[in-house]
């Protein structure tokens, strides 16, 4: 069966930087595009990067351009989010997601951005 399981996440200040793991198992990791998505309390789930089967394209919400990179490594099965200059509305649960047959979800992990 499909599994995401996120990792990584935690208590920073604004403008450090943390980095988001997401390990994939149950489906040929290598043939799809993974996201990555957030969502604050009280607010709607947001896309906030996806990057290609190969890792030849990439795309992020406005939000997290030019802050944060996403990166895979396929033979390890494993999509990154590398989060600098953190924001404290950068704060959220966030989730790998990839969409094969079904949408799947990881269990989230949590960001909080405060001094």
């Known amino acids: 069966q499909v599994q995401l399981v996120e990792s990584g996440g935690g208590l920073v200040q604004p403008g450090g930087s943390l980095r988001l793991s997401c390990a994939a198992s149950?489906?040929?990791?290598?043939?799809?595009?993974m996201k990555w998505y957030r969502q604050a309390p009280g607010k709607e789930r947001a896309f906030v990067a996806l990057i290609s089967n190969t890792g030849g394209i990439t795309m992020y919400s406005d939000s997290v351009k030019g802050r944060f990179t996403i990166s895979r490594d396929n033979a390890k099965n494993t999509v990154t989010l590398q989060m600098n200059s953190l924001k404290p509305e950068d704060s959220a649960v966030y989730y790998c997601?990839?969409?094969?047959?079904?949408?799947?979800w990881g269990q989230g992990t949590q960001v909080t951005v405060s001094s």
């Open positions: 997601n990839v969409i094969t047959t079904y949408t799947y």
């Open positions: 149950g489906f040929t990791f290598s043939s799809y595009t």
